[in-house]
Antibody, heavy 119, light 112 residues
């Protein structure tokens, strides 16, 4: 079965950094992009960023709301994608999902990891 | 700035009724770059429709997608109790120098 498992969430103070991991199973990781999506408590879905496969140069794009503060990387040998966020703000609080990119949609999704930015 | 809207914000219906959900973009979207998701409380989003009108694996045929250009529709025929949830549209496109994914704000379908 295709599975994505996020980890690395927790409580972090404003201004600090955090790295989330997305471990994948059951598919050809190197052949797919991986995207990160977040959801603030009680709010809708917000796309954060994407890293494409090596076939597309492993290029990354980011939402304007986080551009300059995040890095997305991938380790194809391990089937893991990473999201690093710097200068965290209270409004970065939420559940962070990683998801496999199929053309221009996302499927499936991981269960998410909760990031709480609070002093 | 690209703006995605979904209407209505909340749709109150009874089981067995038809739900019609709208997704509108401020810029033209390729049909291949429009998808729909369902999310129930405490659960991960589930892909329903991709490329505007294609049902994802395992999705019942009471769900259908249509539309083009800037206006897209998700229709749920004969609502089942498990269909009461929040529905999001997702678009992908290149706008200026950036390539972005954008979710709509969602439509909540609740029990009347």
């Amino acid at each position: 079965d295709v599975l994505l498992v996020e980890s690395g969430g927790g409580v972090v103070q404003p201004g600090r950094s955090l790295r989330l991991s997305c471990v994948t199973y059951g598919f050809n990781f190197g052949g797919h992009g991986i995207s990160w999506v977040r959801q603030a408590p009680g709010k809708g879905l917000e796309w954060v960023g994407v890293i494409r496969s090596e076939s597309y140069g492993a290029t990354a794009d980011f939402a304007a709301s986080v551009k300059g503060r995040i890095t997305i990387s991938r380790d194809d040998s391990k089937g893991i994608a990473y999201l690093e966020m710097n200068a965290l703000k209270v409004e970065d609080t939420g559940v962070y999902y990683c998801t496999r990119v199929w053309n221009s949609w996302f499927d499936p999704w991981g269960q998410g990891t909760l990031v709480t930015v609070s002093s | 700035e690209i703006v995605m809207t979904q209407s209505p914000g909340t749709l109150s219906l009874s089981p067995g009724e038809r739900a019609t959900l709208s997704c509108r973009s401020s810029q033209t979207v390729s049909r291949s770059n429009l998808a729909w998701y369902q999310q129930k409380p405490g659960q991960t989003p589930r892909l329903l429709i991709y490329a505007a009108s294609n049902r994802a694996t395992g999705i019942p045929d009471r769900f259908s997608g249509s539309g083009s250009g800037t206006d897209f529709t998700l229709t749920i025929n004969r609502l089942e109790p498990e269909d009461f949830a929040v529905y999001y549209c997702l678009q992908y496109g290149q706008y200026g120098n950036s390539r972005e994914f954008i979710f709509g704000p969602g439509t909540k379908v609740d029990v009347k």
